[in-house]
C-alpha cells in the first residue's frame, strides 16, 4: 500500500473515530499498523486523550479500510459503533436539543467540528424526515474508487443511525434506509444491522424518520443546556475557521470598512486571486464567502438588536440589505427567531 503523501491537514480532532477502525479490523487478525498506514499515527497513542488528528488522517484510515477488510459491511459496522458522545461538544449539543428537529439541525449546523467531510444535510418530504448522510453528490465524482466511496458512506449512514439513536433513545429506528447501487448479496446483513427496511438502487444514501418525529424530545433534552453548549460549539466553529489562513484573510476585508460589505470579487481582487480561487480556497476550509458574510451579518444584528434606540430599518440597511423584510427573513434563517423576539424589554 501507497504511504499517505497528500497533506495531513491540522489535528483537531480527538482520536475516538480512529480508534473504532482500529479495533473494528483487529476483530479479523489485522494489526493497528496497516489500519494507520500512511497517516503518520502510532498505535501507541491510540487511547490518550490528549492526542488530536485531522479530518484527512481519517479519512485516509477510511481508505485503508476499504482496501485491507473484506467485510462489505464494514464501512456500516463501523459507522453504527459510534456514539454521540464520539463527537464530544457537538454531540452534547445534539443530546441536549429540545426536539429532534433541532437536533438535526444542530447536527448539520456544526458538523464541521465532527471532522467529517461536511456533506450532510436534511430535509421533509411528505411524511419523511430525509436525512442525506454522505450528502447529495457522489463520492465516486470526487476521486474515490467505488470500494472507497462504499465504505465512506456506509460509515456515515451508520453513524447517523447511530447518532439519532442516541439522542432519542435505543427505541428509535429509521422507518427506511436507502442506498445508492444495486441490492448486494449481504443485504440479509445489512438489514439485521440497522433493524428496519432497506431500499437500492437509490440515487443516494439515504435515512428517514417519520416526520411526526420531529417534535419529539430527545431523552436528555434540556433546552437550557442545548442553549450553552450550542454556543459552545458556535465558539470552536469560529476558532477552527480562523485558524484557516484564507478565512481570516476574507474576515478582515469584510470588517474592516464599518456598513460596507464588498462582494466576492472586490474581496478576491483585493486577495490578489479570482473569485473561483477564492471559492476554491474556502471549501478547502470548511466554509464560503456566504457564510461568513452571514456570520458577520449576524454578530453584528446581535449587536444592534442590543439596543432599542436603532429601528429595524435602521439595522437592516447598516447590515447592507435592500428592505427591512429580506433582513427579518435572513434573521430567521440564522436564529430561528424573529429580529423583535431578541429586543430587550422597555
Not at 476554491?280 to 470548511?286: N, V
Not at 440589505?321 to 430567521?332: L, M, Q
Request: aromatic letters at 8%; a negative charge; proline letters at 6%.
Amino acid at each position: 500500500m501507497n504511504h499517505y503523501s497528500k497533506k495531513q491537514g491540522v489535528r483537531r480532532f480527538p482520536v475516538s473515530r480512529i480508534l473504532l477502525c482500529v479495533k473494528a479490523l483487529s476483530e479479523i487478525g489485522i494489526p493497528a499498523a496497516e489500519t494507520l498506514d500512511g497517516t503518520g499515527l502510532d498505535e501507541n497513542v491510540l487511547e490518550s486523550s490528549e492526542v488530536r488528528t485531522s479530518a484527512e488522517q481519517f479519512l485516509h484510515v477510511l481508505k485503508n479500510v476499504a482496501a485491507i477488510d473484506p467485510r462489505p459491511e464494514i464501512g456500516l459496522r463501523i459507522g453504527l459503533s459510534t456514539r454521540a458522545s464520539t463527537y464530544g461538544m457537538y454531540g452534547y449539543a445534539m443530546l441536549c436539543a429540545p426536539t429532534l428537529r433541532a437536533a438535526l439541525d444542530t447536527g448539520i449546523r456544526f458538523q464541521q467540528l465532527t471532522g467529517g467531510m461536511d456533506n450532510q444535510s436534511w430535509y421533509v418530504a411528505d411524511d419523511d424526515a430525509v436525512i442525506l448522510p454522505a450528502g447529495n453528490s457522489g463520492l465516486e465524482e470526487q476521486g474515490f474508487s467505488p470500494r472507497e466511496a462504499r465504505v465512506i458512506s456506509d460509515f456515515q449512514t451508520g453513524g447517523t443511525v447511530s447518532v439519532v439513536r442516541d439522542v432519542m433513545g435505543n427505541w428509535c429506528r429509521p422507518s427506511v434506509v436507502a442506498f445508492n447501487g444495486a441490492a448486494p448479496d449481504h443485504v440479509h446483513a445489512l438489514a439485521r444491522l440497522l433493524g428496519c427496511p432497506l431500499v437500492f438502487d437509490a440515487p443516494r444514501n439515504e435515512v428517514h424518520y417519520p416526520t411526526a418525529m420531529l417534535e419529539r424530545a430527545p431523552q436528555f433534552a434540556n433546552p437550557i443546556t442545548a442553549e450553552e453548549v450550542s454556543e459552545t460549539c458556535s465558539r470552536l466553529l469560529d476558532e477552527m475557521l480562523w485558524d484557516a489562513g484564507t478565512t481570516r484573510r476574507v474576515y478582515h476585508e469584510l470588517t474592516n470598512r464599518p456598513g460596507q460589505f464588498p462582494d466576492i470579487e472586490t474581496v478576491a481582487s483585493a486577495l490578489c486571486m479570482t473569485s473561483r480561487t477564492l471559492r476554491r480556497k474556502l471549501e478547502a476550509e470548511g466554509t464560503s464567502f456566504r457564510q461568513l458574510l452571514d456570520k458577520i451579518r449576524y454578530a453584528l444584528a446581535l449587536d444592534y438588536l442590543s439596543s432599542p434606540k436603532m429601528p429595524v430599518d435602521d439595522i437592516a440597511y447598516a447590515l447592507g440589505f435592500s428592505d427591512t423584510p429580506s433582513f427579518r427573513r435572513a434573521f430567521k434563517r440564522w436564529s430561528g427567531k424573529n429580529p423583535s423576539d431578541l429586543r430587550p424589554e422597555q
